[in-house]
């Protein structure tokens, strides 16, 4: 059960949103007696799933109430539901602005995070066809992460689906952090911890903290295996940074398995840990996208193999809360 919302915090948030220079990527409610703006919001949200979905998503923008309706059907597995802006009691819906135009939408919550401190959640994350790979979501970032920092607020938090690759990718070059892969992944940018580099060279990877000169963990490409050699820092205030780095390895198609005895003991990384236990997940996760029809357009991990969904006997055949509000 989620806490109740602090309406004082809620009401200072508000407020810094609305304090949002014109120059900046800006946050605007959406307004839920609007059926046009609602419908065009979920619209958006809907495409999110599409675009990893489809051969050929559609824009939201040209979307009636029938298409919507019509592609749900198509592109949402049966535990998948869209947001109505109308009725969100936990997430505020948002469109992101740029320049006095609608470039996407975005939903906001403050959330209990796992540390027992309050985060700034983040859902629906969706830019429109022609706005990205223009920096708005950097941008968008820094806004929320200088919000939260002065708001007291642990940091920003969000889920994401392995699958859906290219917001995996961007989310970790925008320096968000793996805090565990329970269901889907998901995802940190704390305020009080320093910035953290992957550096990747041929055959050789290296995780450190920004600005020090020796590396925390250092992988390298061993064919099927991966070779892993931590070196112990003191006083190293990172967020996992052996599931991050291996996060940053599966993306880019590395192997994920140091060798037999290491991937016998996966499951003693079943939440978060070592790179075996992000391998194991991503089977699980990648067979379920399967065994809903759709289509899985992510990295192979060399050495890895990938059972088809019935291979897996689990109490809860439903890996991950697919609704993204």
């Known amino acids: ?47 999110i799933y ?32 869209l947001g109505d802006p109308a009725d969100m009691p936990w997430y505020r819906p948002y469109w992101l602005q740029a320049s006095g135009r609608r470039i996407g939408i ?3 919550a403050l959330q209990a995070s796992d540390w027992d401190r309050t ?18 979501a950097t941008r968008l970032f820094a806004n929320l992460d200088r919000i939260a920092r002065d708001l007291g607020l642990l940091g920003l938090q969000l889920d994401v689906d ?53 590396p925390i963990i250092l992988a390298r490409h061993g064919g099927d295996w991966l070779e892993w050699q931590t070196h112990p820092q003191p006083d190293v205030d990172l967020l996992h940074p052996s599931a991050t780095l291996a996060l940053w390895l599966a993306v880019a198609g590395w192997p994920l398995i140091r060798g037999p005895e290491t991937w016998a003991e996966r499951s003693r990384w079943c939440d978060v ?9 991503i089977t699980v996760l990648e ?24 291979s897996f006997q689990v109490q809860d055949p439903t890996p991950a809360a697919r609704s993204q509000t």
Request: some cysteine; overall charge neutral; aromatic content about 8%.
């Open 162 to 214: 392995w699958v859906w690759q290219p917001a995996v990718r961007c989310y970790l070059r925008n320096g968000f952090s793996v805090r565990h892969w329970k269901r889907d992944l998901r995802l940190e940018r704390r305020c009080a911890e320093p910035g953290y580099e992957v550096r990747f060279a041929a055959d050789r990877a290296e995780y450190r903290r920004e600005g020090d000169a020796a």
């Open 119 to 136: 985060a700034l959640g983040i859902a629906s994350l969706y830019l429109l066809p022609g706005e990205r790979r223009q920096g708005h």
């Open 273 to 281: 840990g070592m790179p075996e236990g992000l391998a194991q997940r």
């Open 50 to 81: 599409l675009d990893y979905r489809s051969e050929t998503p559609p824009d939201p923008r040209d979307l009636s109430d029938a298409d919507i309706l019509d592609w749900s059907r198509r592109g949402l597995a049966a535990d998948e539901s």
């Open 1 to 47: 059960m989620r806490d109740q919302p602090d309406h004082a915090l809620q009401a200072r948030l508000d407020q810094a949103l609305q304090a949002l220079p014109p120059a900046t990527i800006r946050l605007q409610p959406v307004a839920a007696e609007n059926a046009d703006d609602c419908r065009l919001w979920r619209a958006c949200e809907l495409c």
């Open 106 to 108: 975005l939903a906001l």
């Open 287 to 310: 067979a379920y996208t399967r065994h809903c029809g759709f289509p899985v357009r992510a990295p192979r991990i060399p050495g890895l193999v990938y059972p088809n969904w019935d």
